[in-house]
């Protein structure tokens, strides 16, 4: 069984050391399952057996095990040195306002930090996201191809731009032509408090949100359009059949079909926007405390946090750092599960099963 | 309700292609005129010039006249959304929307139109669903979605949802072809009550079933690779089939070519 007449695939007549591992496997799943799958159900017909079948089995188990602990690894490391710092933290680790882990008598709180990256991100989600779905729908169905082309080569450039130069776009640029969307945001909306402005400069949670709208753009616009263009003809011109308008078969059949593509594509832009750090550190003006206001300057992000006290720790300021920086681990956990959960609910009318 | 249509002078491209080439025909209401002819002639694409389908495609471009009643469809001022709305379609792959439930395809397009009473939803998409003979298989799942039914089922709702707008005009692409022979007798005897109401138009590549439901037949033919389709004749299917007056038409349904 093992020698048939046809040559192996993969064409290496050497034993590589990998094939010589994998004779020693006991029945062998499918290649593609092999990273979720840790007590392997016996499957005869998914047994490699031919030479290339198992080096890649090989290959693509080992690669998924080695993703699994890295991760592993990530989550050891984070939660011993963060239960080593808060144990030692005089106040509470989830309240307090202050940053102050040097000392003997360390206090240090996240409240401010957490604070500070939802709502920098959310910001930049509620930017981002329909102008980013805008962009694609336009690229997809209703620009010419000739302009279609040359906006999405740009939309892509702008992913290309090191976040730093964004950072020094921000404060170079953004921060001093903000005063007239400021002072206009003070004068109609600043009644409702979060946007009352008292003239400071505008390094605030509202800028660096901008900045984060900007940087997080391209990912959603990209994933966005790739399923947009998937959307089967027949959909489309189902709506069209019964008297669509463009915009209809749009709503009908494009936005449904895309739906949870949008949302996983959101994501991917929050991920980043959460996790943004040299952009927000640059612009940003950090105070430890939580403005009401999204346009007076202050509070700060964990990412920037991080960066930005790194240089000055000590072994324990290093250990609080790192237990702030679990704390971001856990809510990008929390919000991709939030998402997927979102997708499956609907999964019974989802495109997929058309 | 049914409206009569007459073409003259039609020919259709697909960018510099010329798919279809001048043709002129008239289809009579409230009757079944089947399409047929070999892959490649045409005869989809001219189904589709006649509810302005065909621009759809990058490049699509129709030349000619299209009469419905007295209104020209490529007339100056024409808006194709409303042609569209007249004339109904059904394609060969049962497409209902994915994302709606049963309920919801077949109400799309009259909240399209937004021409219906609120509380008469309910009853004209009955009524709809009944007239595609599929009611009594989805009443008790209204709400469940479309893309759950079986194939035949499928193609059911979507006839439901293209007579639920009553057009005067129903085009069927080969409605058939997809689906198995229980569901395609299911389709015929419904195309056979919908011509009390309706003008159909119906394009297939099974003569037998042309032959079964049809009124009048249409043969397309072409005369080479690349060169466009053309209309041969157009006649009562009986005659179609037993006598016809061009040889290639005869060779055709005999089974010499094609």
């Given amino acids: 069984m093992d020698i048939s007449t046809q ?44 030479r290339g079948d198992r080096i890649f089995l090989g290959l693509s188990r080992g690669s998924g095990i080695l993703l699994l602990a890295v991760m592993a690894a990530i989550a050891v490391f984070l939660s011993y040195r963060a ?33 500070g990256t939802v709502v920098s991100s959310v910001i930049a989600m509620v930017i981002a996201v329909p102008v980013a779905v805008a962009i694609a729908l336009f690229l997809t169905h209703y620009a010419p191809r000739r302009l279609s082309g040359p906006i999405a080569y ?59 709208a900007v940087m997080i753009l391209p990912v959603i616009t990209n994933v ?94 290093r250990d609080a750092l790192i237990a702030s920086g679990l704390v971001l681990f856990v809510i990008t956990l929390l919000v991709n599960g939030a998402a997927r959960m979102i997708i499956a609910r609907r999964k019974e009318y989802s495109g997929a099963n058309a | 309700m049914a409206k009569r249509i007459d ?20 289809i009579e209401p409230r009757s079944v005129t089947a399409f047929i002819g070999p892959s490649g002639c045409g005869k989809s694409t001219f189904l589709r010039t006649l509810n302005r389908m065909h621009e759809v495609v990058p490049g699509g471009r129709v030349e000619g006249k299209v009469m419905l009643d007295d209104e020209d469809l490529y007339g100056p001022g024409i808006d194709p959304v409303s042609v569209r709305r007249e004339v109904g379609m059904v394609f060969q792959r049962p497409n209902p929307f994915p994302t709606m439930s049963i309920f919801d395809n077949v109400a799309a397009g009259l909240r399209l139109n937004g021409d219906y009473k609120k509380s008469g939803l309910a009853d004209i998409v009955e009524q709809s669903l009944r007239g595609a003979n599929l009611w009594n298989e989805v009443k008790d799942r209204l709400n469940k979605p479309g893309s759950g039914l079986s194939g035949g089922q499928q193609q059911r709702l979507c006839i439901a949802r293209a007579i639920a707008v009553q057009p005067k005009v129903l085009l069927m692409d080969e409605p058939c072809s997809a689906l198995d022979p229980i569901s395609t007798l299911a389709i015929e005897d419904l195309i056979g009550e919908l011509k009390e109401q309706y003008t159909i138009v119906i394009v297939t590549h099974n003569m037998q079933q042309a032959a079964r439901v049809s009124d009048r037949t249409a043969f397309f ?37 094609g």
């Avoid at chain 1, 040559?7 to 020693?24: V, Y």
């Avoid at chain 1, 239960?83 to 008598?105: H, M, R, V």
């Avoid at chain 2, 073409?7 to 043709?23: C, N, Q, W």
């Avoid at chain 2, 005369?223 to 055709?252: C, H, W």
Wanted: no cysteine; net charge negative; glycine share 10%.
């Fill in chain 1, 7 to 50: 040559k192996p695939q993969a064409g290496n007549d050497d034993t590589l050391p990998e094939d010589a591992a994998m004779k020693h496997a006991p029945s062998a799943p499918a290649p593609g399952h092999a990273p979720a799958t840790k007590a392997p159900a016996p499957r005869a017909a998914g047994t490699a057996t031919r």
């Fill in chain 1, 83 to 115: 239960i080593l710092a808060i144990s030692k933290d005089q106040g509470n680790f989830l309240t307090t306002f202050e940053w102050d882990p040097n000392s003997t008598e360390p206090v240090f709180g996240i409240a401010v930090l957490a604070f």
């Fill in chain 1, 154 to 212: 740009v939309v892509d450039l702008l992913a290309a731009v090191p976040s730093i130069v964004y950072g020094l776009w921000g404060a170079l640029v953004l921060v001093p032509h903000m005063n007239g969307l400021f002072s206009w945001l003070d004068t109609y909306l600043g009644w409702t408090g979060i946007f009352s402005w008292q003239g400071g400069p505008a390094r605030s949670m509202l800028t660096v949100g901008i900045l984060l």
């Fill in chain 1, 224 to 317: 966005s359009r790739e399923v947009f263009r998937q959307v089967p003809k027949a959909h489309e011109e189902a709506a069209l059949a019964l008297g669509a308008t463009r915009w209809e078969v749009i709503r009908m059949s494009v936005l449904p079909f895309g739906r949870s593509g949008v949302i996983s594509a959101s994501m991917l832009g929050l991920g980043r926007a959460l996790g943004e750090t040299m952009a927000v550190a640059t612009v940003l003006s950090p105070t430890f405390d939580i403005q009401a206001s999204l346009l007076d300057p202050g509070g700060g992000t964990f990412a920037q946090n991080i960066a930005s006290k790194f240089g000055e720790a000590n072994e324990q300021g």
């Fill in chain 2, 7 to 26: 073409v003259s002078g039609l020919s259709a491209f697909y960018g510099a292609h010329k798919a279809i080439e001048d043709i002129s025909m008239t």
């Fill in chain 2, 221 to 257: 033919n072409l005369a080479a690779i690349g060169q466009p389709g053309k209309l041969i004749e157009i006649d009562e299917t009986e005659r179609i089939f037993s006598n016809p007056s061009v040889k290639d038409t005869e060779d055709y349904i005999s089974g010499r070519f």
